[in-house]
């Protein structure tokens, strides 16, 4: 907290990936040319406009019953923990995830690859996290996808999230990938995440939280600020 009882934060540079990636071509167009202007936050923006939490329901973060009728593909449990850089649960913040269906492919008007559409799949969910900042969704892990950014490039199985800490202006963007993944070592946008903290955004199997004859089970935590931190990004319109 700062004299102002308003949150401060601890200095989480070198956890993210770099606005420019060269690599990456899209951030060769988007990055800014001049240094960023830091924008303190103050207490309108830390304490609304709020969220409704009765807008979202458990129906919501379920992706495989929503869409009349079951998905094709390997069903399962995405579960995690979101906490602040001092390890404290962050309850009631709503957390956004959206994701190719099992063949790669998002129902989106410009992913036109070739690869089937699941009419059953939409590819979207919403949680709220818990009193203990827990969120759980069920879906079916998604396949990968090539991309424009070089020849034969392909992106990892990844799910997109957008979390919101205690309010709006605090929204935060990610991807989070599935291990053994033979594709990370290939895809710059993983390797643009500096190396000690590209680990973060891979999910762990969980065979405990399996579900017999129904779900294999992943785990993701997220770390929302700090040198723990999950490595953050920016939507753009190149991996949708
Ligand atoms: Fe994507």
């Known amino acids: 907290m700062d004299l102002n009882g308003l949150p401060t934060y601890g200095d989480d540079r070198g956890a993210h990936p770099p606005l420019l990636y060269p690599a990456y071509r899209s951030t060769q167009l988007r990055a800014p040319l001049r240094p960023p202007v830091l924008l303190p936050q103050r207490l309108t923006e ?10 979202v329901t458990a129906a919501d973060a379920d992706l495989t019953t929503r869409s009349g009728g ?3 593909g390997q069903r399962i449990t995405l579960q995690g923990q979101v906490c602040d850089s001092d390890g404290r649960a962050v309850p009631h913040t709503l957390v956004e995830i959206w994701q190719a269906n099992a063949a790669g492919r998002y129902a989106h008007e410009r992913d036109t690859w070739p690869a089937p559409l699941d009419p059953h799949f939409a590819g979207v969910g919403r949680a709220m996290t818990g009193a203990d900042g827990r969120y759980r969704f069920t879906t079916v892990r998604p396949g990968a996808y090539p991309w424009a950014n070089h020849h034969n490039a392909w992106r990892p199985a990844h ?3 957008s979390l919101f800490g205690r309010a ?3 929204r935060l963007v990610t991807q ?3 291990p053994d993944d033979p594709l990370h070592a290939f895809d710059p946008i993983f390797s643009s995440v500096p190396e000690p903290s590209r680990g973060r955004l891979v999910s762990r199997f969980s065979m405990d939280d399996t ?8 785990h993701w935590d997220i770390v929302l600020r700090g040198q723990g931190s999950t490595p953050f990004d920016e939507p753009h ?3 949708t």
Do not use: K, S
């Open 46 to 55: 830390v304490t609304g406009p709020l969220l409704g939490e009765e807008r």
């Open 237 to 239: 319109e190149e991996d």
């Open 168 to 170: 709006f202006t605090q």
């Open 211 to 218: 579900q017999p004859a129904w779900a294999l089970a992943y």
């Open 176 to 178: 989070m990938y599935f």
């Open 70 to 72: 079951e998905p094709v």
């Open 159 to 161: 799910i997109h999230f």
